[in-house]
């Protein structure tokens, strides 16, 4: 082999070891989020969102170095149904949590099966740490609790 194969072969190697052979260094961060989920909130109800007199500095600060929704749809009209569909993605009446299925009380026998596949579920599969916070109304039985 001569000199100009050598040096070929070399710069083939260290091709192939930079861009195979080399693990980055410097993993991806994946985006932290806050999904903030409320009851009777109206659209303009934030000063983020424009309201004149009621001052929400903190969920401005997060608008204003985040995203913001400003069209957009709820599942229902009511809690149950709309977290329901926010949670799994489906149309309410697709989760069994619209009309006779009452989660209001906590001798309620109903209640979000546990074999949907939520929003929860599927960060958790990509490394995500999730919490729910507030109100559930999802169904009170443990089997129903996140």
């Not at 806050?34 to 500095?57: A, E």
């Not at 109903?110 to 958790?124: C, F, N, R, V, Y």
């Amino acid at each position: 082999m001569n000199f100009s194969q050598n040096y070929l072969s070399l710069f083939i190697t260290l091709i192939f070891l930079t861009q195979f052979g080399c693990e980055n260094s410097k993993a991806e961060r994946q985006p932290n989020f806050i999904i903030i989920f409320t009851d009777d909130l109206g659209y303009g109800d934030l000063s983020s969102y424009g309201h004149p007199t009621i001052r929400t500095p903190h969920l401005d600060k997060m608008a204003s170095e985040g995203m913001r929704f400003t069209q957009f749809y709820v599942g229902s009209s009511i809690c149950t149904p709309s977290r329901a569909a926010l949670l799994t993605g489906k149309l309410p009446i697709r989760t069994g949590m619209y009309g006779q299925r009452s989660v209001l009380f906590p001798d309620n026998a109903g209640g979000l099966g546990p074999d949907e596949i939520t929003i929860a579920s599927e960060l958790k599969n990509h490394d995500y740490k999730t919490a729910c916070i507030g109100k559930w109304h999802l169904g009170h039985l443990k089997k129903y609790m996140p």
